[in-house]
């Protein structure tokens, strides 16, 4: 079983803001995880809490933990309940109203799940969930279902999942997930990753985690020279807002990036937390000049309780458009939707295409220009030398998901 640092009942009137407790604490990781607020008594001593909040507090706890760093609670606007971090991090009376289309699985995970720690939905990659806690429990998460219980992965579960990645030589990439891996203690992580990197068909590594977000002081000296260990490594992290990108956490960035570490981002499209294109291009070129590469921008998914959160299809691509063009491409992210029911990730970026035929195509330009473009002689596109540089190497393994383990895909909770 993996141990997390439980937060302790607070004294009351125990403070939790950064001038009120020594350097070393605050810059602890550990006490910053130790010290999460979950109670409204708690966040009344950062922020003048709004009546929807506190109804959401009294409301929601049963349906979703509530947890905040310290950290994090500090970029709080104490007096704005519009704040997009209280917006992320502090329930509202909304998210009780849960809608019939609203899903407890609305990727469709749970039928994919060959091994209790790993969900194996697309051919060559899989994730594999090493924890079940997080440094935040975000109000729009879509694994709300399998986050911030108490029934931690054991270690049969990821060893149980580490056997099925090496017996299928179909996967070539294994994202660590959860919960937030780098809750996980450094050596523990190191021994996992150490586990995955033996294994000769796993080519690629990938951490996601929330933590450069949420608390920063955890990507410290240790923890970067244990990852670089593991090349080729890639962490995603979660930004959504250009308030959460505090020099703190863009050092934290830098520190994985100095490491030799690419570091993506994955943006979640929250209606009135980041449904700007002001607020958006202020996140996308925030990121790239902390040397993160926005990757995704998500569609929020349709989970249960998060119904007031998420943004139309039709404002998303309207975004986009006011991205595309106008700032650079290195801060242009892949606008998808994951289709409800496991589809996997669709891209719903705009045509910019109007008109194509064997003569033609006609695009239009991102200021609104029809600009012709004409089409090549030739039509034949393969590539002759394929059959020479391929020659005795065996055509990829296009088979979807878990099919290879035993044929069939395996409820949650089955024997691997
Ligand atoms: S950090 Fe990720 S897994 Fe954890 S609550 Fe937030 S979105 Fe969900």
Redesign the pocket.
Known sequence: MVHLPLAPSLAPGASLRRGDVSDAQWLDWRWQLGHMLTTAGELARVVALAPEELDGLAGSAHLFRIGITPYYASLMDPVHASCPIRLQAIPRAAETRIRDEEMRDPLGEDSHNPAPSVIHKYPDRVLFLVVDR?????R?????RL??GDEPPTTADLEAGLDYIARTPRIRDVLLS???PLLLSTRRLDYLLGRLRAIRHVEILRIGT?LPVVCPMRIDGELTAALRRHHPLFVNT?FNHARELTPEARAACERLVDAGIPVGNQTVLLRGVNSSVRSLRALLRGLVRSRVRPYYLFQGDTVIGTDHLRTPVDAAMELYRGLRGWISGMCIPELVLDAPGGGGKVPIVPSYLEQLDADRAVVRSYRGERIEYPQPRERDCTVPYDDIYFAGVPADDDREGSAEAGGGRMPIGSPP
Do not use: E, K, P
């Open positions: 997080c440094g935040i429990y975000c729009h998460c879509n694994r709300r986050v911030g959860g919960g937030d929330r979660h």
